[in-house]
Nanobody, 121 residues
C-alpha cells in the first residue's frame, strides 16, 4: 500500500503562485509515475502534470509554461512530488489530487485526499 498526503492548497489572486506538495510513503518501490490531477464541479478529473522516476515530465497544454512538476525520491519508503503553479488563472481553480502509479501493474494506482486551489479574479 501507498499513502499520499497533499498540502499547499489555498486561495490566491489571479497571477499569483502556489506550491503543492505530496508525500508518498509505504510500498513505493513499484511506483514509477507520480503526478497531479484536478477536478472541478461538473467535470471529470483531468490530469495536469506527471513525472516519471527518471525525471521526464509532461503537462496538459493549458498549464505549460506556468506549472512545474518535480519529485524527490527521498529513500526506499518515501517520495515527494511537488507542483509549482505560477501565473494562476481562475480556470485553474479545482480540487487537486496527487497520484502515484505503476506503469506495469494497473492495480497499483493510488490517490491522495485532494487539496483545494481557488484562484480569484
Amino acid at each position: 500500500q501507498v499513502q499520499l498526503v497533499e498540502s499547499g492548497g489555498g486561495l490566491v489572486q489571479a497571477g499569483g503562485s502556489l506550491r503543492l506538495s505530496c508525500a508518498a510513503s509505504g510500498s513505493i518501490g513499484n511506483i514509477e509515475i507520480m503526478g497531479w490531477y484536478r477536478q472541478t464541479p461538473g467535470k471529470q478529473r483531468e490530469w495536469v502534470a506527471v513525472i516519471s522516476r527518471s525525471g521526464r515530465s509532461n503537462y496538459v497544454d493549458n498549464v505549460k509554461g506556468r506549472f512545474t512538476v518535480s519529485r524527490d525520491d527521498v529513500d526506499s519508503v518515501k517520495n515527494m512530488v511537488y507542483l509549482q503553479m505560477n501565473s494562476l488563472k481562475p480556470e485553474d481553480t479545482g480540487l487537486y489530487y496527487c497520484n502515484a502509479r505503476s506503469v506495469y501493474r494497473e492495480s497499483l494506482n493510488y490517490w491522495g485526499q485532494g487539496t483545494q486551489v481557488t484562484v480569484s479574479s
